[in-house]
């Protein structure tokens, strides 16, 4: 896979990263759609210490398979903005990246695409 958007790097270091897929025991929300993890459901875990500072991020199944397809770098927080960012001078890439994800993911980029341009939407 050759990856489509690599966001540059602020100069911040990462003094400790973990990371690890669970399943929620309750409700909650993706630090980048915003919408909800329901409990039962798969989402990645992360802590991690930067510059001094820890943060956690929770990470629904969907935005983290578009995350890994899609990009080469990023921020936590940030992908859709990013997307939204490089979406007019990289569509193309976008696009062929977007053919090798699953089908809720795919239809969730179609969905964001079609809010930003705003066209009525094909399903997958």
């Known amino acids: 896979m050759q990856c489509t ?4 790097d602020s100069g911040g270091s990462t003094d400790f990263h973990t990371s690890k897929v669970v399943t929620a025991k ?3 929300k993706c630090c980048e759609c915003k919408g909800e993890i329901t409990a039962g459901s798969k989402y990645e875990r992360v802590f991690l210490v930067s510059d001094g ?3 956690s991020y929770k990470t629904c ?8 397809q899609i990009f080469c770098s990023w921020y936590y927080t940030e992908i859709w903005m990013h ?3 490089e979406l007019d001078d990289y569509e193309d890439t976008i696009f062929c990246a977007m053919e090798e994800l699953s089908d809720g993911a795919r239809q969730e980029m179609i969905d964001f695409i ?5 066209f009525g939407g094909d399903t997958v």
């Open 5 to 8: 958007i690599d966001v540059e």
């Open 26 to 28: 309750k409700s909650h």
């Open 53 to 55: 500072e820890s943060h």
């Open 61 to 68: 199944h969907i935005c983290r398979e578009i995350r890994n």
């Open 83 to 85: 997307i939204g960012y």
């Open 114 to 118: 079609d809010s930003r341009w705003g």
